[in-house]
């Protein structure tokens, strides 16, 4: 599977669109939290089981060089819901505090909001205007109530990143989620959920975010499955019992869901797309050959999962290596439902559906981008970060074609990589060729001027050059 992963595969020009007519099919996006670009089997894993996700994605277009536009949640949740990079919403961090101690911060952050924007358009707001019904079921994290940004229904969304209390009961002020069972598994309730809105709503077009809030922290594993896992062999790239009862759980309520539609005979009618919002946790996962993990910008960091299944429309069995980002899902979304685009908001995405639908084998030639202009603590060491003491310090990311720019704003240190030749960004050829580098440094500050980009640069007057390096002199021994 590593192999078919690391070689580059073409994406197969049909003789003709498959999406043509004026159907608009159901859409079903099921979007889960901090899992890895390697934790379904489909991608790779040799410990956590997805045959359901598997089946889902072998029958469709899966992007192996897909991209969340932010390396942790709520930015990367902003970028998704408003199209738009972090720079246009403002949404950097998790919160907007001060991250990390502030002796090793070098610069005062940019501390951004914490609230999406309401006046911006989302692309449930563009389905609903378009006919669609449509519901939010699970992690909202982007304000108090997700109902406002286009969705007629919530449940479980709130402000919250993870589940108050774990993923038993009780789930806290949880929206629909009040009534429990002492028993139920946070991950089954949500599938029972999404179950009983497409029953409802099977006779009109509907659009269904089911947003897990698996496999995000707390790790709280699914009780009836830890004789399994903990019996199972370890792989060589996964071993972690509670993290496969999680996974399997979504996997398994995926299988009921798709149980659902066939029932119904809503297959055909239904786009399926799967995503994560960002790299896995890397205490419990691994996203190997990719360095990093959640919450660094290197690819296992940002790079992602991402299929589209749609029976007839979407051939089946492509795997397709453009790099394509999260911001792309708004126009995306918007053209399977033919519904409109908003005026006068800029958007950062293209439509990917000529490319699903086989109408085209490529995208205009772009570059993708990433902007971070805070900090984020480490929560442990590795040598998949550039220090000890924080995940990401204020950054900036290119990536057009097979070359990776990153600049780091505290040093102004560039990073350059092949990504055909050196996937795990091990060789830096910011040196050793100045002129690539060069290159695209001169784009990515051209970006940041035409987008309006807060770039840190005032000195933090707490920042202890001496305490830093003891911390990292002690977090390396």
């Known amino acids: 599977m590593l192999r078919l992963l690391l070689h580059l595969v073409p994406l197969v020009l049909l003789a003709g669109p498959l999406c043509a007519d004026d159907s608009r099919p159901n859409i079903l996006f099921i979007y889960l939290d901090d899992f890895g670009w390697r934790d379904a089997g489909f991608m790779g894993s040799d410990f956590y089981e997805t045959p359901h996700l598997d089946r889902l994605a072998n029958a469709g277009m899966v992007f192996t060089d897909a991209y969340a536009a932010a390396a942790n949640c709520a930015p990367s949740r902003a970028c998704l ?55 939010s079921i699970g992690k909202w994290h982007l304000s108090d109530d997700p109902v406002p940004y286009g969705f007629d229904e919530n449940i479980g969304g ?41 029953q409802k709503n099977q006779k009109k077009p509907w659009a269904l975010y089911l947003t897990h809030f698996a496999v995000h922290t707390p790790l709280d594993a699914k009780r009836e499955l830890v004789d399994k896992y903990q019996n199972k062999p370890p792989g060589r790239l996964h071993d972690h019992v509670a993290m496969g009862t999680m996974i399997q759980a979504v996997d398994d309520g995926v299988g009921r869901i798709v149980e659902t539609l066939r029932a119904l005979d809503l297959s055909e009618q239904t786009c ?7 790299g896995g946790y890397g205490p419990a996962t691994d996203m190997h050959p990719l360095k990093g993990y959640k919450g660094t910008y290197y690819e296992g960091g940002i790079r992602v999962p991402l299929f589209f299944t749609w029976p007839g429309r979407i051939p089946a069995g492509v795997r397709s290596t453009i790099p394509v980002s999260n911001v792309d899902l708004y126009p995306t979304l918007c053209a399977l439902g033919r519904a409109s685009l ?22 205009p030639e772009r570059a993708l981008y990433w902007h971070f202009p805070a900090y984020l603590q480490s929560y442990r060491v590795t040598d998949e970060q550039r220090d ?22 505290e040093s102004g240190d560039l990073e350059l990589y092949n990504l055909r030749e050196d996937i795990g960004e091990r060789r830096n050829l910011a040196e050793s060729n100045a002129a690539k580098a060069a290159q695209l440094h ?33 977090a390396e021994k």
């Open 342 to 363: 908003p005026d006068g908001q800029p958007l950062d995405g293209v439509n990917l559906l000529p490319l699903l639908c086989g109408e085209t084998d490529r995208l």
């Open 272 to 278: 399926i797309v799967f995503s994560s919002d960002n």
């Open 158 to 198: 709130t402000h919250s990143g993870s589940p108050p209390r774990g993923y038993y009961p009780p789930h806290g002020r949880a929206p629909g989620l009040e009534d429990a069972p002492r028993d139920e598994y946070l991950t089954d309730r949500l599938t029972d959920e999404a179950i009983t809105f497409i």
């Open 388 to 409: 000890p003491l924080f995940r990401a310090r204020p950054c900036s990311i290119l990536r057009q074609g097979d070359w990776k720019l990153h600049e780091y704003f």
């Open 442 to 474: 001169a784009k990515l500050k051209a970006w940041r001027a035409d987008i309006g980009a807060p770039v840190p640069s005032e000195p933090n007057p707490r920042f202890d050059a001496e305490a830093e390096a003891r911390a990292i002199a002690k």
């Open 81 to 135: 819901l408003s199209g738009q990079y972090t720079p246009r919403h403002e949404i950097y961090n998790v919160g907007t505090g001060p991250r990390g101690k502030a002796a090793h911060r070098r610069l005062q952050h940019v501390p951004g909001t914490d609230t999406l924007d309401p006046s911006i358009r989302t692309w449930a707001e563009q389905l609903q205007d378009a006919g669609y019904r449509t519901a």
